[in-house]
């Protein structure tokens, strides 16, 4: 993998250099410490990676950042920063513009053992199948004619690697209100949370809350799960759904984690459940795209194309649980279709 390392500290250059080449399958092909550079580079050479610093001299790291993917779209760009752990909005806005992926990065002095080996984790998850599922077949489609005809009553989405920016492709493809209430897992932690409903307000007119014990689903307005707790739907007494949040991690580890969320609609909505699945690594999802598809919903999957990690559409498509693979911004107008096809 070429490798671009855009950062303004001369330590911190040597040091992603020593680390990544005392990897095989990394080759530091450059560096630089301003952007403006990196760009030019760009324009001549390729690379399949790019670690970036936020902050440089002259143009930033996070103006930089489209210009460089229009550059280079199938390069990967990781965020090195040191204001992720405390989920800074500028980290959160990286990761909608298209940053594959956050790591922060230590003081220059403070580069012991676990930062190289965090790093090469990370970098490993994002381009070794083997970090993810089993290497996939074809995936195997389910027939849209055999999707039951009740009409949209949930939309819930899941989304992991990659997936702000794939739901700010998501929701730019909505051109009407769903009508319904729209729910969102992503895998970040806590401080991440009120960034990641600022900056998923901006991507929508729809109104976005972070879910909160007891709420009312109402229609026309997006919950997203915080960063403890898993978000799941209930029906009351007098048959209105409200939220309910489960701190308990999945049994696969995630928290929160799109299965149960899933797996809740399916018991309350019934065929009126439908799931998207964006880009992420892992299977979560998949669990509970089986149990909406049992109850007579559907599920829709991010294509392999557009997926920074296909791990958890991936998943999702071999196990013949899904209805259609495509790209985030042809999902609501799918979905838009299905609705009307069902009123009629």
Request: with cysteine; aromatic share 4%; glycine share 12%.
């Amino acid at each position: 993998m070429r490798v671009l390392v855009v950062d303004d500290s001369v330590v911190v250059r040597t040091v992603i250099d020593r680390i990544l080449s005392a990897e095989p399958g990394f080759l530091v092909a450059h560096k630089t410490n301003m952007a403006e550079h990196a760009l030019t580079y760009l324009k001549a050479e390729t690379v399949d990676l790019i670690l970036l610093d936020i902050e440089l001299p002259g143009l930033s790291g996070l103006a930089a950042l489209p210009a460089m993917l229009a550059q280079q779209p199938g390069a990967k760009i990781v965020i090195l920063s040191g204001h992720c752990e405390e989920g800074s909005a500028p980290a959160m806005e990286a990761l909608a513009l298209g940053a594959s992926d956050i790591v922060a990065k230590p003081g220059s002095g403070s580069f012991g053992q676990q930062f190289p080996q965090a790093l090469i984790e990370r970098l490993a998850r994002l381009f070794d199948p083997a970090c993810g599922p089993d290497p996939l077949p074809p995936p195997v489609m389910r027939p849209i004619a055999e999707l039951g005809s009740a009409p949209v009553a949930c939309i819930g989405i899941g989304a992991s690697t990659g997936g702000i920016h794939a739901l700010g492709q998501l929701f730019a493809g909505l051109t009407e209100a769903p009508g319904v209430p729209v729910l969102v897992t992503q895998h970040l932690p806590l401080s991440f949370t009120p960034y990641f409903v600022q900056q998923l307000g901006r991507m929508t007119s729809l109104p976005v809350r972070v879910a909160e014990q007891g709420n009312l689903l109402m229609p026309d307005t997006v919950y997203v799960a915080p960063g403890d707790a898993s978000l799941l739907c209930r029906r009351g007494l007098q048959g209105r759904v409200c939220i309910m949040l489960d701190p308990k991690k999945t049994p696969i580890g995630n928290l929160p984690g799109v299965d149960p969320m899933f797996a809740s609609m399916a018991d309350v909505y019934g065929g009126g459940s439908v799931g998207i699945v964006l880009t992420g690594m892992g299977r979560d999802g998949t669990a509970g795209a089986r149990r909406i598809v049992a109850a007579g919903g559907c599920v829709v999957a991010q294509d392999q194309d557009s997926s920074v990690v296909w791990g958890m559409p991936g998943s999702v498509a071999e196990a013949g649980l899904s209805c259609a693979l495509m790209e985030p911004g042809s999902m609501m107008p799918f979905i838009a279709h299905r609705a009307q096809q069902a009123s009629l």
